[in-house]
């Protein structure tokens, strides 16, 4: 399966940016799913997972302002980025958890200016 990432951007401190990720075929259909980031210089790092019963986790760092979701055809997930802070500057991807190397895409970069 192959993952798209999308929705990035430049935005200012406290604003909100919307992410999709679109599977390619069949979709991600009963597979845990996550969406990761990496700032420059930084391992990548999960941040918010969805499992199959819609069960969600966050890391502490962003808990209480990311949301991460799915539609009912298991093919797009998708992550609302609210209260953006300049710590949130990565490229951000989704993968499933834990993640499968050959389906790493392009990444979408998300820019958080102070």
């Known amino acids: 399966v192959q993952l798209q990432a999308s929705g990035g951007g430049l935005v200012q401190t406290r604003k909100s940016l919307r992410l999709s990720c679109a599977a390619s075929?069949?979709?991600?259909?009963?597979?845990?799913m996550g969406w990761y980031h990496q700032a420059p210089g930084k391992q990548r790092k999960l941040v918010a997972r969805?499992?199959?019963?819609?069960?969600?986790r966050y890391a502490d760092s962003v808990r209480g302002r990311f949301t991460i979701s799915r539609d009912g055809a298991w093919k797009t997930v998708y992550l609302e980025m609210n209260n953006l802070k300049p710590e949130d500057t990565a490229v951000y991807y989704c993968?499933?958890?834990?993640?499968?190397?050959?389906?790493w895409g392009q990444g979408t970069q998300v820019t958080v200016s102070s």
């Open positions: 993968n499933r958890d834990p993640p499968d190397d050959s389906s």
């Open positions: 075929g069949s979709g991600f259909r009963f597979n845990i």
């Open positions: 969805i499992s199959v019963t819609g069960v969600t």
